[in-house]
């Protein structure tokens, strides 16, 4: 069975850094896209970088570009969403899942998810 399963949410003061960890389990992880979205309450969930296993090419949203950087370790069937310049507004669920092939870039596109990791970003 398919299991996603994110990882190293917590609390940051602003300007620092989390790495946060998605690990798949359940399929072979190189025919897939997993993608980063978050979720703040009261907001619809958005999307911030994928990652196509196929060949590491990555796509991020104007909002997490030159600050956020997705990466995967093949061997360890993980993604990693580095984030870096924290701002308040990074405060959100962060989930990871799976796009399917040829679907837009959002939460409607997703086929799996894992369960959310709590950044909390203080001022």
């Known amino acids: 069975e398919v299991q996603l399963q994110a990882s190293g949410g917590g609390l940051v003061q602003a300007g620092g850094s989390l790495r946060l960890s998605c690990a798949a389990s359940?399929?072979?992880?190189?025919?897939?896209?997993i993608a980063w979205f978050r979720q703040a309450p009261g907001k619809e969930r958005e999307g911030l970088s994928s990652?196509?296993?196929?060949?590491?090419?990555?796509y991020y949203f104007d909002s997490v570009k030159g600050r956020f950087t997705i990466s995967s370790d093949h061997a360890k069937n993980t993604v990693y969403l580095q984030m870096n310049s924290l701002k308040p507004e990074d405060t959100a669920v962060y989930y990871c899942?799976?796009?399917?092939?040829?679907?837009?870039?959002?939460?409607?596109?997703?086929?799996?998810w894992g369960k959310g990791t709590l950044v909390t970003v203080s001022s």
């Open positions: 899942g799976i796009l399917r092939p040829g679907s837009y870039f959002n939460a409607a596109g997703v086929s799996y």
């Open positions: 359940g399929l072979t992880f190189d025919d897939y896209h």
């Open positions: 990652i196509s296993n196929s060949d590491d090419s990555t």
